[in-house]
């Protein structure tokens, strides 16, 4: 059972930076690509990007080119998203979410982890 | 950038009536294999997305089979044929074709 589990609540200041994890199991690591997912309160989804963990190329939506880095951990199972210096805009809830591959469905999904970003 | 558009955003529902959503592409998401790359997620409140339909018309492990999808190219549609109580939640599709992208998601209420 492919299970994805990803890290607790951030709350940061303006201009920090944050890394949150998604820890996935139950299939083979560098066989399936892992996107993320952005959900500001109250919204809708948002891609935002994906890492092919076999040899970390990534893929990002223009919105946040630049802004994040995805990247992956083979020997913890671990994918991260990294944001270089945090504005208001990225307060939301982030879901980490593997693709099958081949039919290139979006599941199982994470939890999601918080990010809130306050002075 | 192939936008996704879906309607109606807010849909009421009766408990035992069908129930329907259309999604609508900016570009066609039919592949050269002949396959359509739009599913769709229901996001109940609280809770994270989860997958109901995969190539248009594939329903996901573990989905009712009161739900189900069709369409191809441009023009898809979700249907409930009858809504239960715990349906009620924000329906998205999704396309996989160019990049990924999101429609805006309807809201179903009782």
Redesign the interface.
């Known amino acids: 059972e492919v299970q994805v589990v990803q890290s607790g609540t951030e709350v940061k200041k303006p201009g920090s930076t944050v890394q949150i994890s998604c820890k996935v199991s139950g299939y083979i690591f560098t066989e399936y690509f892992v ?1 993320w ?1 952005y959900q500001a309160p109250g919204k ?4 935002m990007g ?1 890492i092919d963990p076999a040899d970390g190329a990534t ?1 990002y ?1 223009a919105r946040f080119q630049g802004r994040v880095t995805i990247s992956a951990d083979t020997s913890k199972e671990t994918i991260y998203l990294e944001f270089n210096s945090v504005t208001s805009e990225d307060t939301a809830v982030y ?1 980490c979410v593997p693709e099958v591959p081949y ?10 982890t918080l990010v809130t970003v306050s002075s | 950038d192939i936008v996704m558009t879906q309607s109606p955003l807010s849909l009421p529902v009766t408990p035992g009536e069908p129930a329907s959503i259309t999604c609508r592409s900016s570009q066609s998401l039919l592949h050269s294999n002949g396959y359509n790359y739009l599913d769709w997620y229901v996001q109940k409140p609280g809770q994270s997305p989860k997958l109901l339909i995969y190539l248009a018309s594939d329903r996901a492990s573990g989905v009712p089979d009161r739900f189900s999808g069709s369409g191809s190219g441009t023009n898809f549609t979700l249907k409930i044929s009858r809504v239960e109580a715990e349906d009620v939640g924000i329906y998205y599709c999704m396309q996989a074709l160019q990049m990924w992208t999101f429609g805006q998601g309807t809201k179903v209420e009782v």
């Open positions: 996107h997912v809708g989804l948002e891609w994906l893929m939506t879901y039919d290139l469905r979006l599941d199982p999904w994470g939890q999601g």
